[in-house]
């Protein structure tokens, strides 16, 4: 197995984190104090040992990552792998059992009650997949609600709160009660909800997971649109490898309570760590996540001059389209240089799981 990969690829925003996790462990059971996970020898047994022997669950196990100004973060995994327990530990709605958490550079682990309830509503406002709205308020008194508990003034909290509605496409329906809305309706009153108090990160847990299809892509879209106007930085958990892939600018993979990959969905897809990772991803239509700077292959007499110029971060997809109408070879363009080109056999590499010239994206 190789080691997990630490996601190096450039991403949107700056690189100084706002989350910094190190070392997170979380055991849950009646014995886990007596179990002194992770100094004892249990720490390293599988789970349904340490489960058999112990009564204790890892549901996290050894995490460290940042997530970085700007980006979208998602976490991934099967059930049961330790996401939403993962991310409650960030804002200590669940106490780790051990490492360190910091956001901003200070330490989450040591601020008081105080200081942590203000942590949760103005710096790291959480979205949940039940979307908690109080039934008999309307829509606008529901995405007020936050600032009311932050003591804002009744004009200054409305008037937020429209602005917010209309953000997220409520427009209109300001006076309805939450159960005279669709879920993906709803959904978006919770989101609005969130937004109302600025937070810095939001933190979405499974928050599509019980819409149907279509709506859930609209929900993705919406999400997609409002990270683009404001570049507020998010953390995402899904079990949904297409929902991680559409949002993630990085994505870490989780398995029995670790983190088995950390990369950029192009990292993920074209790079799997191991052979669970390579399983998770074997259906994803490779095209569409690998980009044209991994595909290119250096350019030769006078291709650095002619043919159709794309984007490095321009996908297969894109560069197909772009050969097919064009007879020959697409320049990979940054900033008027040309870094390679691209041609029907390197795209037709990637599609088929071939090494490309980068070495990724070796056949599963
Ligand atoms: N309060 C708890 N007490 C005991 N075990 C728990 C508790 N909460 C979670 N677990 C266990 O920890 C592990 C990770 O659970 P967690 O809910 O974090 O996973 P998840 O990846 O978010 O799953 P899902 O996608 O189903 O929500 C599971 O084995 C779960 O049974």
Redesign the pocket.
């Given at each position: 197995m190789n080691a997990p990969s630490t996601g190096t690829a450039a991403v949107p925003g700056t690189d100084s984190p706002v989350f910094a996790v190190d070392g997170l462990w979380k055991v849950?059971?009646p014995r886990r104090k007596a179990v002194r996970i992770p100094e004892s020898e249990y720490a390293s047994l599988p789970a349904a040992e340490l489960r058999e022997q112990t009564g204790c669950?890892a549901?996290v196990r050894d995490v460290t990552f940042d997530v970085r100004k700007g980006e979208v973060f998602v976490v991934m995994?099967?059930?049961?792998?330790?996401?939403?327990?993962?991310v409650r530990c960030m804002t200590r709605l669940i106490e780790p059992t051990a490492g360190s958490l910091s956001i901003d550079g200070e330490d989450v682990l040591a601020m008081d009650a105080a200081r942590l309830r203000e942590l949760r509503r103005h710096r790291a406002a959480m979205v949940f997949q039940h979307f908690g709205l109080l039934p008999h308020r309307t829509v606008l008194d529901n995405v007020a609600y936050g600032l009311e508990i932050q003591g804002v003034s009744r004009i200054d909290r409305r008037a937020k709160a429209a602005e917010m509605v209309a953000k997220v496409g409520l427009e209109g329906l300001e006076e309805r009660r939450p159960g005279q809305l669709s879920g993906g309706q709803q959904q978006r009153v919770g989101l609005a909800r969130a937004l109302a108090a600025d937070p810095e990160v939001l933190l979405f847990d499974?928050p599509f997971s019980a819409l149907d299809p279509l709506i859930r892509r609209e929900m993705q879209d919406e999400v997609a649109r409002l990270h683009h106007e404001e570049g507020r930085t998010m953390v995402f958990?899904t079990?949904d490898l297409t929902e991680a892939l559409r949002l993630g600018d990085r994505i870490a993979l989780?398995r029995d309570?670790k983190i088995v990959q950390l990369g950029t969905p192009e990292e993920i897809v074209g790079s799997p760590a191991d052979d669970y990772v390579r399983d998770f991803v074997r259906d994803v239509p490779r095209e569409q996540v690998i980009t044209v700077r991994s595909a290119m292959r250096p350019a030769v007499a006078g291709e650095a001059e002619h043919g159709p110029a794309l984007a490095p971060a321009a996908t297969v997809v894109e560069a197909i389209e772009a050969v097919a109408r064009c007879g020959g070879p697409a320049r990979v363009v940054d900033r008027g240089r040309c870094l390679g080109v691209v041609d029907d056999a390197g795209l037709l590499a990637v599609v088929a799981g071939l090494p490309t010239p980068d070495g990724r994206g070796v056949a599963a």
């Open positions: 849950f059971g669950t549901a995994g099967l059930s049961g792998s330790g996401k939403s327990t993962l499974e958990i079990h989780m309570g």
